[in-house]
């Protein structure tokens, strides 16, 4: 028993070592701006159109690669998944504008290729995160108006408290993206890369019958710096 | 490998992105729109979905909705609208849908094969009737009564008043030598404003408050009242303003989810320029009193809302009906309220209102500062206590 233990743990080191030899940690900041849109159920509010907006991300980026062209990527990233919905035809001037922001976690399996300076990449994994505010501004209707009745008489800009029967603030999706990297110098590298965060989770809890989902759909780009750990 | 890799990852991509992209859309007509109903079930299930999107109230309505789908929605199976048993049946299950529903405007009418109104469902009249100080209705006569006897007691004087065609009853008159009061049986003012003898009785009003040598008070009399135009409100308080007054907020639903709501818009009533302003006195330290009953509904508990929000108002009378979300009368408005198709009506609120408190009574009424109950044996002789509750707190304070 003891024996093929050690034969195994002697095969195991055997794969491992080279592999290992090579592996680099890297940790690196990265911005940019997101572009957010609601997927949304629709009915028959046929006038109440939802459209994107577009905000900012930043993020930590923690990458360990095992390869030259295989690596793993995780990070934290703050963004904002904004949204607007409005009213046309009468109701015009009628609007609501979400900031949404949220904390992802992003992990990726990372493909890269080219040459030793300049390498394409491919990002492709999940997110976990969390809805941490919500904030609208707009314009609607308020009664008892004295100058005549508008259907967008009534400015707001103000936080929207959650409901714990309706919001899900648990967030988690599919990502990917594709990017390019240059090795400027021996540890630092910058990058730049478009990415696609898809939340499988709704906005929502199920907490009613024929329920109308809203889901995010967030496209990014961004530029970062990665610095190099660990060497060869 | 490596090239087999990166090309499956990119493919992974793409397709996640095109198909995120595509909307998922609800297979529900608008119900307002809906003109075929084969069975009840139909109708049930086009009035359950106007519900479950466009009602205003899921935030603080007890019903629960989904569990009136699953316990009823079966039971209106093989319901055929050309068997009359199954009719009446039908209309038993939506009565005892909407029982507990907390929007008192609310009313379902079930329409008979012709178009024509058939069934009547006002689970607000039903929990009215349940309260220990529930009284009728009383009549215009009733109040012509009143309003003799105490002028022939003395207590009232300059009365002006008109009832028109159309039922709505508006008089002024002058209490006890020193207050003035405006009583209405609904808020149709602006509606009828034309009218001579409702300008009449306005202007009465107004000159009452101006020219009364010791004015002590003024009361707005809306018991009995069925509420109305929301312009009425200009007419009746602007005039007693002198700064603005925030007496609650609006909101209605700004998505097809229960709760999905817009954010709360406030409810200001401004005063009038000093040059449009009919009134001309001064009216600090002139309390102003709400009168109002538990028939009192819709306008006629916002005008006491306001009038309490105001540094010199008072309410006097009975807690009111609990029905005070304004209507605009289209769901497409905010997509809630009002529909109606080939089979029912549904009448409910636009919106839903709580009060500078930051609460919602909607269900519950607006409740008096002083309570002060009908008497119904005193009315009937031409004494009315709640009236007279009224100007005893102007005169003593207490």
Redesign the interface.
Known sequence: MNATIIKLASIAAMVCTPVLAMAQWKVGIEGGVVHN?L??????????HYSGATNGIIGVPVRYDFRD?FGLQAEVSYLAKNYS?YRSDI?EGNS?NYTNSYINIPIY?R?S?GGSKVRGY?L?GGFLGAWLDSY?EGN?????Q?DGQSYSD?H?D?K?PF?S??DNRFDAG?S???GVEYQFAKRFSVFVEGR?L?SLTDM?KE?????????N?TFAFQVGVMYTITTK | M?IK??LV??A??CG??IT???????D??????QRIFLNWRDVFESYW?GM??SYAFWDIDPTD??EV?REYGAQFDGLEFDVKEDSIVAAGLFEDICSNLIDHHYTLILKDEHGNPWKFFAPGDNELKSRDYYHEKYSFDDITKVIDHNHDLGRISDTVGVMLNNGFAVWSYLLDGDIAVLGLSSFKISQNKEVEDVQEVLENYYSLINETENLKGIIIDTRNNTGGS?DD??IIL?PLLSEPINFGY?RSK???????Y??W??????PFEPEDNPVERNLEGVPVVALADINSISMAEITPMAIMAMPNGFMIGERTTGGHG?LNFNI??F?TGELENKAFRMYTST?MIKRADGMCYEGYGVVPDIEVMFNAEEFSKGNDTQLYRAAEFIHTGK
């Open positions: 849109t997927l949304v159920s629709k009915c028959y509010d046929y006038d109440r062209w919905m109701y609501y399996a493909f290729f491919l492709a609208v609607q209707m308020r009664y008892f004295t009534y707001f103000e929207v409901d029967r309706r599919l990917g993206a594709i696609y898809y929502q907490y009613m019958l024929k329920q109308p989902t809203k889901h759909s | 490596k890799t990166i990852a990119i992974t991509f996640i992105c995120s992209c595509q909307e998922d859309n609800l529900v007509l608008n119900p307002n729109d979905n479950n999107y909705w989904d789908y929301t409100m200009f602007r609006t700004n998505g097809l989810g229960r709760l999905d817009t954010p818009s406030p409810l200001i009533l401004t304004p497409n408005d997509y919106s």
